[in-house]
């Protein structure tokens, strides 16, 4: 077997072991197996560009590549079902039914309602082609890549199932609960505002613009609607039973029913033992089962006759809102919270409750002392949906929102079209301080892992450390102060001492600076080489920095601009991090494309987009994403878009091969 042959057959083992693992839970293979397999696979595709494939079980990682959603319309519009809330509408939708069918026997298929987004997916030859948000209905977002990296999506169908050429399916997108309070316990420590429940967070996810990020996520899919010409059965039930077995993960508990009696008892059976589903559904769909008879019941304006949601009452109970605190993160964003008297929802105990920003506490019109609604909806996190006003204490203060930061009493800020406050003293604020500590010593900033939030803490509060650079001064003594802990004090020193051989792109991350995260580091110490070339940047040249928006360049230009942050700069500088590009990068630059702005588009065999981005950077051109007048020329890989090729076409704009780039590069 050669090596392509080999690539085509790794390939087809990873989907298979892919599946097994993510839809059946029943995999065949352990993890290291699996790694090793893909390992293999990642190495063989680097040597054989020409054999690049965007459904590969490599590309399941996402890529940091920013990319913008294009619209597109769907085949079929998306519609929504019509609601309803007891089974005396139940009944209606029912008779509804057996009248438009004129007394013709019937199926119902039952089955949960997801609480996520919906998402359209279109396969070809066996191949997902293209996933698209729902949109208006008629029209949404290309978000293929980040699909591309829910595990449970098949990329490609095993050839020997008998699927269609052509077929759209549909279902949901959602995020684990158990994903949801990881991501939002993430979004604590790190200071940013958290996600009200699993729906915002898959919506905020699926809208990433990086999909390395959504990869890191952990996104779901369930699958509940197969379109298109050719379908394997008259049954929806059954065609949906085909779609498990070329591999997609279907809607679960679907049931096929007879009776209204059967429908209340599916409802009744779901509305208990969906809590212990791993994700959030709101309802139960009913679905005449037959395409038959689905065509002949048809559509009103809005949503299909032949189907209805029933949504289930979300628990809701009643407590005391005690108080309400307000946490600062690392970035500064203030997080309130209430805290109220316990009390037993869904099988918890609970006493807290996020409320979001000001606006959310506005809204409820919140009074200390307030008898408060407490719901649990699909989320984990419970909600305050309403007060009892009839309930309220005599003299009962109204929540007010502080206007000063409670950790270091400065004036709150709240920028335009936000809703969050956030406290803007981030040199001298405690909490935004040993937030700021955490991020730089964690893995991708200096990796620093000797030491963890509660040693960072403990640090802060006896005064060993104050700021980032302290803990360069940190002896083994310091730690060890009764001679009991020599060996983890040892280690602890080293690590710290490790860290400074981190490169220099990491040590901009590790700052802090706000709204500026790994990839955007990266692209500016490329393009400044030296923190002091960074540091006296001007607006102007921030923005050219690919990559680098209004904000960021406002926020690099605050940081340096105050008095503390240069301080702490120039100790680390002095204590020898690393402050400028390693010598290997930077021997590599060049000036060949000094002053020319240039687009990347299509699929290359040599090197990845990010990298040609990069390439561009280091001989001095410019990436810029629109094609204009004052574009030099166009690096073309296969497939590049044919809009971009009719505007390059029509302004005149050279187009250069892959090869023709490299040559220009390293004559
Ligand atoms: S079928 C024409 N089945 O509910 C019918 N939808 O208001 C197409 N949903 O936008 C939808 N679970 O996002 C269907 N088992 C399920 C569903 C489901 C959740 C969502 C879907 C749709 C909305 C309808």
Do not use: F, W, Y
């Given at each position: 077997m050669n090596e392509q042959e080999r690539i085509t057959q790794l390939r087809s083992q990873l989907h298979d072991h892919n599946h097994r693992y993510y839809v059946l839970n029943s995999p065949t293979i352990g993890d290291e197996e699996f790694d090793m397999l893909m390992h293999e696979l990642q190495d063989l595709e680097q040597h054989h560009p020409e054999m690049y494939d965007a459904n590969s079980p490599t590309q399941r990682v996402g890529s940091d590549l920013n990319q913008e959603f294009q619209q597109v319309k769907h085949q079929y519009p998306m519609l929504s079902l019509a609601n309803t809330y007891n089974q005396q509408d139940v009944r209606e939708f029912y008779e509804r039914v057996r009248s438009g069918l004129q007394g013709a026997e019937f199926e119902i298929c039952c089955e949960m309602k997801y609480d996520g987004l919906s998402i359209s997916l279109i396969y070809e030859n066996g191949q997902l082609v293209r996933a698209v948000t729902?949109?208006?209905?008629v029209q949404g977002d290309d978000v293929t890549q980040n699909v591309r990296?829910?595990?449970?999506?098949?990329?490609?169908?095993?050839?020997?199932k008998n699927f269609p050429k052509h077929f759209e399916i549909r279902g949901e997108v959602l995020l684990p609960f158990s994903e949801f309070d990881r991501l939002n316990e993430q979004r604590m420590n790190e200071g940013e505002p958290l996600f009200a429940n699993p729906r915002n967070a898959a919506s905020g996810t699926l809208k990433q613009q990086n999909s390395r990020i959504v990869a890191e996520r952990g996104l779901d899919a369930y699958l509940y609607y197969l379109l298109g010409d050719e379908q394997p059965c008259d049954g929806h039930y059954e065609n949906l039973q085909q779609a498990a077995e070329w591999g997609f993960q279907i809607s679960q508990g679907m049931k096929k029913v007879k009776t209204l009696q059967e429908v209340y008892d599916f409802i009744d059976y779901w509305d208990?033992?969906?809590?212990?589903?791993p994700v959030a559904t709101d309802g139960i769909v009913l679905k005449v089962n037959s395409l038959r008879q689905q065509r002949a019941l048809g559509y009103t304006a809005k949503s299909p006759r032949w189907a209805i949601a029933y949504k289930f009452k979300a628990e809701r109970v009643s407590t005391r809102l005690e108080s309400v605190s307000f946490q600062v993160g690392r970035t500064g964003a203030i997080t309130p919270v209430a805290n109220m008297e316990p009390v037993l929802l869904a099988g918890t105990v609970v006493k807290r409750a996020s409320l979001y920003n000001e606006d959310a506490i506005r809204q409820l019109d919140l009074h200390i002392g307030d008898e408060v609604y407490v719901e649990k909806g699909g989320e984990i996190i419970p909600k305050i949906v309403g007060v009892n006003i009839d309930e309220r204490p005599i003299v009962a203060m109204p929540v007010q929102f502080p206007?000063?930061?409670?950790?270091?009493n400065t004036p709150l800020v709240r920028y335009e079209g936000e809703a969050v406050h956030y406290c803007p003293n981030d040199a001298g604020c405690p909490s935004q301080i040993k937030g700021r500590i955490e991020q730089f010593i964690s893995r991708k900033a200096m990796?620093?892992?000797?030491?963890?939030p509660e040693t960072v803490e403990a640090y802060f509060n006896h005064g060993l450390i104050h700021d980032i650079a302290d803990l360069y001064r940190i002896t083994v003594q310091d730690i060890n102060g009764d001679g009991s802990r020599t060996k983890s004090a040892t280690r602890i020193v080293q690590s710290i001492e490790a860290s400074k051989e981190v490169p220099f792109e990491r040590v901009v991350f590790a700052l802090g600076i706000r709204f500026i995260g790994e990839t955007s580091a990266k692209m500016l110490a490329r393009s400044f080489h030296d923190m002091d070339t960074l540091a006296s940047a001007t607006k102007e040249q921030l923005l050219e920095v690919d990559g680098i928006g209004d904000v960021m360049a406002q926020s690099i230009i605050d940081y340096f601009a105050n008095e503390t942050n240069r301080r702490i700069v120039q100790r680390l500088k002095d204590y020898g991090?690393?402050?400028?590009?390693?010598d290997d990068v930077l021997a590599s630059r060049t000036d060949r494309l000094a002053g020319q702005v240039i687009v990347i588009s299509g699929v290359f065999t040599h090197h990845s987009r990010d990298e040609y981005k990069q390439l561009i950077e280091m001989h001095g051109g410019k990436n810029s994403s629109s094609i204009s007048k004052n574009t030099s020329f166009i690096l073309a890989g296969e497939n590049m878009g044919p809009s971009k090729l009719e505007k390059a076409q029509k302004l005149g704009v050279r187009i250069i091969s892959e090869d023709e780039f490299l040559e220009m590069i390293n004559p």
């Open positions: 729902r949109g208006d209905g990296t829910i595990r449970t999506i098949p990329l490609v169908l095993d050839a020997e208990e033992a969906r809590h212990h589903l206007r000063r930061c409670p950790e270091c990796n620093i892992d000797s030491l963890g991090l690393q402050m400028s590009l390693a």
